[in-house]
């Protein structure tokens, strides 16, 4: 007859290890935190981290087909179809036909879009700022640092990996 309760097991095992202690478990907390520290800091423009982030590529970039946004955001092309049409239904975005590429369609920002972005920008600012406040200043350097080293190793390994450079 088999005693109930708690199987022994030989050696102990990762499982066994505090929330706390794991690595993968301290960063999906630490996103989940600046998600909603982004959310309180942007509550009255209603966007998400990803439209946001959207945004500032076409910005940046200039205008973009949705092949190149979805690899310079890490997504992929059906989802950032999806953010494209909630932003263009917003406004914010223009579209037209590559004529270059004639299946291919830019992506640009509309004046309202630049102007929403600019609001955005400083939620952002401030979502940002409230998520690393505990640490000094050098440490933030250095924890940016080794989260983009990170990435940069291992970026690949992502469903849909970043454009980094």
């Known amino acids: ?29 630490l996103h989940q935190i600046h998600v909603a520290l ?7 423009l209603d966007i998400t981290t990803i439209q946001f982030t959207a945004l500032s590529v076409v910005h940046q970039r200039g205008e973009i087909d949705q092949s190149e946004l979805a690899v310079h955001v890490g997504m992929d092309r059906t989802n950032v179809s999806d953010v494209v049409r909630r932003l263009l239904e917003r406004g914010y975005m223009t579209v037209r036909v590559n004529p270059e590429h004639g299946r291919r369609r830019l992506i640009g920002l509309t004046a309202e879009g630049i102007a929403f972005l600019k609001k955005a920008d400083r939620c952002a600012q401030r979502a940002q700022e409230r998520t690393i406040a505990a640490l000094a200043g050098p440490d933030r350097k250095v924890f940016a640092a080794l989260l983009r080293h990170l990435v940069q190793e291992q970026n690949s390994l992502g469903r849909s990996p970043l454009r980094l450079k």
């Open 1 to 29: 007859m088999k005693a109930k309760g708690k199987a022994h097991l030989p050696a102990p095992l990762f499982a066994d290890t505090p929330l706390t202690e794991r690595v993968g478990f301290l960063i999906r907390r």
């Open 38 to 44: 982004f959310v309180q800091e942007a509550a009255e």
